[in-house]
């Protein structure tokens, strides 16, 4: 089957997306990116990643990053008539993403009970920091908040060394882990409501979503009864002659042995078998070797020795690096886009969920604020040009000024960054 033979997987349903930042945008993303038609409900400014540089073209990028894909409308929501408008949407809508505090969307006068009076097949997902039960429901929390609360940046700290602080991790683990678990949730309640005829509520909580994505160490903690409270297996890279590099040298002790030319080692009493190298004093001892080692190697030396004993590994790459690498491209990671009409394209992350028999990606460019009231409010509802008009003068709804088009191109073989 061709490309242009294939259609979305959720090309009829549609989301409505009271998302801001990251946890909620970013699962909407991928819904979107599935095919469903996601509308970015807004109010006042909007978002505030929209004004969080760097900008391309009127856009920043994390904002473009996590709401590609997207229709806008702009509501007063404190205005009843703003209210009765979203309420209306809600009624032709299958699901509603939200990551207000706990409390806050009842406030809004949309908290499930009433959603589900207006469409008893509506799901509503609710992603926050402590979930929506608990004493502490009602905790403010970013992401850097839930990496110290569940330990990642304690395990951080070990992996550093006695007595290194917490570094601060790179990446929005928590919003991301949560972002996820809301789309897999989503999904599954989809396909019960196919089957019961019911919608429901979702609760996502950004410290569950951590905890459950710890692989080895919590539950290592829990079996060893305490005494297991670092990484069972190491991660940290190895520093060669001229760059850094991971190696998998737990998985593939063995071979990596070999291929430091160091078989005595295979009948060292210290590593005979995976429960006594395992043995902190004595992994230790064994990663000395492989520091030692790699220290006399280079990236490349090394990389084409462990390919040739298949040892998994690779070098550390910069962020310039990973964008020029052949594979995102090979993959189609990259895609090309045009933010506004006449400007070079930009680089956009695509999505990396692939089906042999459905599309994927982005469907356009981000959306400018409250762009689509017309499309939503005229072509949805049905409601009069002029009535939106009026809808615009006294408040209801606002949108952003531009002169930018809704013009959009997409190209999957996106050329790397020079």
């Known amino acids: 089957m061709g490309n242009e033979e294939k259609g979305k997987i959720l090309s009829t349903i549609r989301v409505l997306d009271f998302g801001r930042v990251i946890a909620a945008p970013f699962c909407t993303r991928m819904l979107s990116d599935l095919g469903a038609e996601v509308i970015k409900i807004e109010t006042g400014d909007g978002d ?55 409390g806050v969307i009842a406030k ?9 009076q207006i469409n008893p097949r509506i799901i509503l997902c609710s992603i926050s920091g402590f979930g929506q039960t608990g004493s502490e429901r009602d905790r403010i929390a970013y992401a850097d908040i839930i990496h110290a609360r569940s330990g990642l940046e304690y395990l951080a700290a070990k992996m550093m060394g006695p007595g290194a602080d917490p570094p601060g991790l790179p990446y929005s683990f928590a919003d991301s882990y949560g972002a996820l678990n809301a789309t897999i949730a989503i999904l599954a309640a989809l396909l ?4 019961s005829g019911e919608g429901q509520a979702i609760d996502i909580s950004l410290l569950d979503s951590v905890l459950g994505a710890n692989d080895d160490t919590l539950q290592s903690f829990i079996f060893s009864d305490g005494a297991l409270d670092t990484p069972v297996i190491p991660r940290a890279p190895f520093r ?48 000395k070797i492989v520091r030692d080692w790699a220290k006399t190697v280079t990236v490349e030396e090394a990389s084409d020795l462990f390919r040739r004993y298949e040892v998994p590994c690779a070098k550390v790459n910069s ?23 006449s400007a070079p394209p930009v680089l956009v992350l695509n999505t990396p969920v692939r089906f042999s028999q459905c599309l994927t990606g982005p469907q356009s460019r981000p959306p400018h604020r409250g762009e689509h009231n017309q499309a939503v409010f005229g072509d949805l509802l049905g409601f009069k040009k ?3 008009r009026k809808f615009l003068e006294e408040g209801i709804l606002s949108h ?19």
């Open 48 to 102: 505030p990643l929209r004004t969080h540089p760097p900008y391309k073209n009127g856009f920043g990028a994390i904002f473009t990053q996590y709401n590609v894909g997207k229709k806008s409308i702009c509501v007063d929501l404190r205005n009843p008539k703003g209210l009765e408008l979203t309420k209306k949407l809600v009624a032709v809508s299958d699901v509603v993403v939200e990551n207000f505090r706990p």
């Open 108 to 116: 809004m006068g949309l908290d499930y009970s009433v959603l589900k």
């Open 192 to 195: 019960h409501r196919q089957v």
């Open 240 to 287: 060669m002659k001229n760059g850094s590099m991971a190696i998998s040298v737990v998985m593939a002790f063995k071979r990596v042995i070999i291929a430091m030319d160091r078989p005595e080692l295979l009948m060292d009493e210290r590593f005979k078998t995976e429960e006594v190298r395992l043995k902190k004093e004595n992994f230790d001892q064994f990663l």
């Open 319 to 341: 962020l310039a690096e990973i964008v020029n690498e052949p594979v995102l491209r090979e993959r189609k990671m990259l895609v090309e886009m045009e933010l506004a009409p």
């Open 386 to 388: 002029d009535e939106i």
């Open 400 to 418: 952003e000024e531009t002169k930018t088009k809704n013009e959009f191109r997409r190209v999957d073989n996106a050329a790397a960054l020079s």
